[in-house]
């Protein structure tokens, strides 16, 4: 019976729907808040054939040679997977594929791609189309708002999964601008920042408008579902023309709560010609996203629809149960929130006296424990460029005059980029290929042996003489994250069986310095400790029993919100006995098995209910699940075929297979 309960759990997983596909992505400290570059120099002072690609979180390491690619070229792809034999990118908006890093092939692609490429791994990314259509003139084909795609890179072909199309056959009548300007992800979220030009034929007027839209990444390939937008215009975008737009997130200390969130425009002023730099910010954008959702599910006329908006027509939101993360038949609620802007500064005197040279703007932010910010002014020639420490005042820069280099004068085509390991600026002149390089310090703004460690280690950094310091020898990891920051000095009991009390106390050499978002983990083998309490050099918790024997206390600290963190523990010297009788031990394991099929009927249920009432997926209608999985016991083995009936759900976004 029991061998038959485990063919039948089996079984029934194969008939488990795979609901999305790309994995929500854990990303490197740097890369928190945006994917600054997808390729690295992994020698930036003597470049040789080595780059790290990194996409997603992930990172890999390749040999490439100058035959294939130049420096400056390189730096420049958008790449979407980490197959090094089958390495595809976006170059100057044309899709290739490097194969085994000797050739360049260009990838079958119908449409036209923009340099907007948001890459998640798996071969899918997301991509903004860039729309420039001044005179409302027909296009040659149908463009969509926002798409993913996925890369095949066996067929050397890519292809629409889903998308936001039009909304009816003449949208291209309403939109002379539309194009992805900024981008920022944390806490699973994405944001695009959106600069848009829209046209009312009834008022024949144009509206020039910065959109913010944000989507949820744990949705996978479903996160168009999850899109809601709110946007804003302001009387100086009727006269100026906005020609640069980045996101400025603060986190971490700050003066102020008002203007944490802030977005900042290089503005052209047409009258005199002159470039301003305006800043508006917002006390939390994040929230406005959760009332705009819940205002339209409630069916509130505060809120609209997104294309229906963008055609100057009245989308109503239909009432509906309000969902995180689902907007249900609501496709892209959109609000208006030009009433709530909190603030606006129309001076900066960082741009300001440059403002005639100034090139592009950047923001580079690294988080806890880092929570370093620095604000970029890209010039050309590169010497009055601007790489400053953003404070309110006064700003700390960076003198580039006291750097010796002969890129720093040439007035030639030089472009910018953020290394991502070793962290910094780099420049590459575009046809010498010079190159200057400009290292990020990150290890002294780490105070404590923990966070040196874990947030330190693969940017080199190590604890000596109880500072942070960096040091590129080569590390033993065991060595420096094993009984290094803290010791385990103490424990009792030492001996845990059914009939005596699990609590146990572990004593440590120094008190252990932890933040919240970091993880306490104590375990004797397989045995795991819960509700762990720490005060000063004590800590306790109470041990489960699931496996008996001889184990030492293994007490680690770690933290799972980026991918290139290391876990530091410490390992008792000596060893506790642990007993757990045979019936308790049964018990366990028939309590997982039970636990394991109550989460596949959960997961069946929710992704049945997801397939058959997201409008925007093209779906089936299959028989139930769990009617097969009735017959496979019957039968003991699965039929291979299933009725399925045509959906009557109307179709709103493209869906093309790979």
Avoid at 24 to 34: E, G, L, M, N, V
Avoid at 56 to 83: E, F, Q, R
Avoid at 371 to 394: G, M
């Amino acid at each position: 019976m029991f061998t038959h309960l485990l063919i039948w759990i089996f079984q029934f997983c194969l008939f488990i729907p795979k609901a999305y596909s790309f994995r929500t992505p854990k990303h490197d400290i740097a890369f928190y808040y945006k994917t600054h570059a997808s390729v690295f120099l992994t020698n930036p002072d003597n470049h040789a054939t080595s780059y790290g690609i990194y996409v997603a979180g992930k990172t890999i390491k390749m040999n490439i040679p100058k035959s294939v690619v130049n420096v400056s070229d390189i730096l420049d792809w958008k790449v979407v997977n980490l197959i090094e034999d089958r390495l595809m990118f976006v170059h100057k908006n044309k899709p290739y594929i490097l194969i085994y890093q000797q050739r360049i092939k260009k990838m079958n692609y119908s449409g036209e791609l923009s340099d907007s490429i948001i890459a998640f791994g798996d071969n899918e990314a997301l991509h903004v189309p860039t729309i420039f259509n001044p005179n409302l003139t027909k296009p040659v084909y149908k463009w969509n708002y926002i798409e993913l795609l996925y890369f095949d890179d066996k067929n050397e072909k890519i292809s629409v999964l889903r998308s936001l199309p039009w909304l009816k056959d003449d949208d291209w009548k309403f939109i002379k601008e539309w194009k992805m300007m900024d981008y920022i992800h944390f806490d699973n979220k994405l944001y695009l920042l959106i600069k848009r030009s829209i046209s009312d034929e009834k008022n024949s007027n144009v509206t020039q408008e910065i959109s913010i839209i944000q989507f949820c990444l744990d949705k996978g390939s479903e996160l168009i579902s999850s899109a809601v937008e709110v946007h804003f215009t302001r009387p100086e975008f009727i006269t100026n023309q906005i020609i640069d737009l980045i996101f400025v997130f603060i986190f971490g200390p700050h003066e102020t709560e008002y203007d944490r969130y802030q977005l900042h425009t290089t503005q052209l002023r047409p009258s005199n010609n002159t470039k301003i730099y305006d800043i508006y910010f917002l006390r939390d954008i994040v929230s406005l996203f959760a009332e705009t959702a819940i205002e339209c599910s409630s069916a509130s006329d505060k809120s609209t629809l997104l294309r229906h908006y963008l055609r100057s027509e009245v989308g109503e939101c239909k009432k509906t149960s309000h969902k995180s993360c689902s907007t249900m038949e609501n496709i892209v609620p959109s609000r208006n929130v030009s009433d709530i802007l909190t603030g606006r500064y129309v001076f900066y005197s960082l741009f300001d006296s440059r403002a005639t040279l100034v090139q592009k703007i950047q923001f580079v932010t690294l988080p806890y424990p880092h929570l370093k910010r620095n604000i970029l002014l890209h010039t050309n020639p590169i010497i009055y460029s601007a790489i400053c420490e953003y404070h309110p005042a006064p700003a700390q820069c960076l003198n580039l005059g006291t750097i010796n280099s002969h890129l720093l004068i040439i007035s030639a085509q030089v472009n910018f980029y953020i290394n991502k390991h070793p962290i910094g600026f780099f420049y590459v002149e575009k046809e010498t290929n010079e190159n200057l390089f400009i290292p990020i310090e990150v290890c002294s703004n780490l105070k404590t042996c923990t966070q040196c460690i874990i947030y330190g280690f693969y940017s080199d950094c190590i604890w000596s003489n109880s500072i942070c310091v960096h040091d590129n020898q080569p590390k033993n990891k065991a060595v420096i994250t094993v009984n290094n920051c803290f010791k385990v000095i103490a424990i009792s009991p030492l001996v845990f069986n059914s009939s005596l009390p699990t609590r146990l106390t572990i004593q440590l050499d120094k008190p252990l310095i932890k933040d919240d978002q970091e993880q306490l983990v104590i375990q004797a083998g397989d045995n795991h400790c819960t509700d762990i309490t720490t005060n000063e050099v004590f800590i306790n918790c109470s041990l489960h029993l699931t496996k008996s024997g001889h184990f030492k206390i293994d007490v680690s600290l770690r933290s799972d919100r980026y991918a290139d963190t290391v876990v530091i523990s410490a390992v008792s010297t000596k060893k506790i006995y642990i007993v757990v009788s045979k019936s308790r031990y049964t018990i366990s394991i028939l309590f997982v098995i039970f636990s394991i099929f109550t989460i596949f009927l959960l997961i069946t249920y929710t992704n049945y209910n997801k397939k058959h009432g997201n409008e925007f997926l093209e779906v089936k209608r299959s028989t139930r699940i769990m009617n097969i999985a009735s017959k496979s016991m019957k039968s003991k083995k699965f039929s291979r075929s299933r009725k399925r009936s045509p959906s009557t759900t109307k179709i709103i976004v493209t869906i093309q297979s790979k």
